[in-house]
């Protein structure tokens, strides 16, 4: 999941996600005057977010890493043509090498144009920095409950335990999805497959009827339940125009109770979605897992929880920088995990703030089985690759779900599929939307189910399925969310069904 993609996430796919503020950020002030302290070097921004291209929707906090910004807050100043806003961040939102603002939608007169693009700048007493760029992207309404969902082109083969992430093409009107490995009923596969993701949220086009299976970029080994996250200029300090996937973890072998700590890098084409071979990295996971969730954002690769070679499920959260070329820097282990073992639940960033909804406490269940899951909502800062103390969201869950999947855009998040107590298809979907002002720990809001009978949930009843969200935005002006493969729910335990070949996507609002 992409998470600078601000429909995903994600993500999934964030890439888009919703808001929890981080505490502290501040908000919006008139104040002119410069930062407190003794006089040192005039301050100098290196980058924002990150990333090499910054995007940011309003009133949402961007991450400033540089130097010079001295111990107590001055002023950050967003400017777009005579419009120029300061704001005067709290003291646990800066420091002398990052800062986190809260980008302004205006002066509360007149508002910036979005999209458009604002300058920033940082003041201390030392002087005023360079000017660095955020290219301001909109926010737009969403209600999940008016989803309705059809089918599209199906997978070349039924698999269960895949991953995949969207990837961005050279437009603002294309756009590709990339499963790799799964279980096909008999072994684990090292398959690729790529597919264009038109705006409507098919997939498939005039000229490519059918999946691009990469035959000569498989992945070096087989591989199920990994995880896949997606590095772009907008989340990473990647050159303009890259397209890196990463695949992470994994069970090699069908039946093994073991995972793997590979990460393997490879580089999409933005123009046909191939995927241009697989490099080993040598930054690899602490330990062994599969089952995790991983997710990109701000510049630093995330991934919480999964099933360790004891089979045990694990509260552990790592993290690891990009670096300019892709590749990855060392993994450090996270000073705040998970407050217990968790694998197969669902996790993006958005805001400053990571969340962990739902997934499988128990130890010893063959990942391709049946098993209720949590109800619980973690969440927890994430700011440069440090996370903060996690917290019990609130509102929990409405269903015990494990190995579901997740949609996050516009703020609304939905939680869907998997296994959970109750009759088939009781509880396929239900959806939260971010709390703005987080009052009484609740930074995701109540949740309400998605129904059958109105048409708000395809009916597909898989587990272990694969959910990502479209980087474009419908001609509605709405998000494009695809549910691929996975295996058909038939209770709370056991081996479940057989596999599904069935691709959906929603085709409204």
Not at 118 to 129: E, F, K, Q
Not at 177 to 197: E, F, H, I, K
């Amino acid at each position: 999941m992409r998470q600078h993609n601000w429909l995903m996430a994600a993500g999934l796919i964030v890439p888009m996600a919703g808001l929890a503020l981080l505490a502290g950020c501040g908000g919006s002030s008139s104040s002119s005057g410069g930062g407190g302290g003794t006089t040192g070097n005039q301050p100098q921004i290196q980058n924002i977010n990150s990333s090499t291209t910054a995007t940011s929707p309003v009133n949402l906090p961007v991450d400033i890493s540089g130097s010079g910004f001295q111990s107590a807050p001055g002023k950050v100043t967003f400017t777009q043509g005579s419009l120029s806003v300061d704001v005067t961040p709290t003291a646990s939102a800066w420091s002398s090498t990052g800062i986190q603002a809260v980008v302004p939608a205006g002066n509360g007169t007149t508002n910036f144009t979005v999209p458009g693009t604002l300058n920033v700048t940082v003041t201390t007493s030392a002087g005023t920095s360079n000017s660095e760029p955020v290219n301001l992207v909109p926010t737009l309404s969403f209600r999940p409950s008016a989803m309705t969902w059809a089918k599209t082109t199906q997978l070349p083969a039924a698999m269960t335990g895949m991953a995949g992430v969207a990837v961005r093409g050279n437009s603002s009107s294309n756009a590709f999805v990339v499963l790799t490995g799964g279980y096909n009923g008999t072994a684990n596969t090292n398959t690729v497959w790529a597919d264009n993701w038109n705006q409507n949220g098919t997939v498939g086009s005039a000229t490519n009827k059918t999946w691009l299976i990469v035959g000569t970029r498989p992945l070096p080994t087989t591989l199920a339940f990994q995880a896949m996250a997606e590095a772009d200029d907008t989340n990473s300090p990647v050159p303009a125009g890259t397209r890196d996937v990463y695949v992470i973890g994994g069970q090699v072998s069908a039946g093994s109770l073991s995972g793997s700590a590979t990460v393997y890098l490879g580089t999409v084409n933005p123009s046909t979605g191939f995927v241009n071979g697989w490099t080993s990295l040598n930054s690899r996971l602490p330990q062994a897992l599969y089952g995790m969730s991983a997710s990109v954002y701000n510049g630093y690769l995330y991934v919480v929880g999964g099933m360790n070679s004891n089979d045990d499920p694990v509260n552990t959260v790592y993290t690891a920088p990009i670096n300019s070329d892709g590749t990855l820097g060392v993994f450090t282990p996270a000073k705040n995990f998970l407050p217990k073992g968790e694998a197969f639940g669902s996790m993006f960033l958005y805001g400053d703030t990571i969340y962990y909804i739902d997934g499988d406490p128990d130890s010893s269940i063959p990942p391709g089985n049946q098993d209720i899951g949590d109800y619980q909502v973690y969440f927890a800062s994430a700011v440069r690759g440090v996370v903060g103390p996690w917290t019990q969201n609130a509102n929990s869950t409405i269903y015990d779900r494990a190995k579901g999947v997740l949609f996050t855009a516009f703020g609304q998040v939905i939680q869907g599929e998997g296994v959970y107590f109750g009759s088939v298809g009781s509880g396929e979907m239900e959806t939260s939307a971010v709390n703005l002002n987080n009052t009484t720990n609740a930074a995701l809001g109540l949740w309400s189910s998605l129904a059958a009978s109105s048409g708000q949930v395809p009916q597909a009843n898989v587990y272990n399925a694969v959910g990502v969200t479209s980087p474009l935005i419908s001609a509605t002006g709405a998000p494009r969310f695809l549910l691929l493969g996975g295996q058909y729910l038939t209770g709370v335990a056991g081996p479940g069904g057989t596999l599904s070949v069935f691709v959906y996507y929603n085709n409204a609002p």
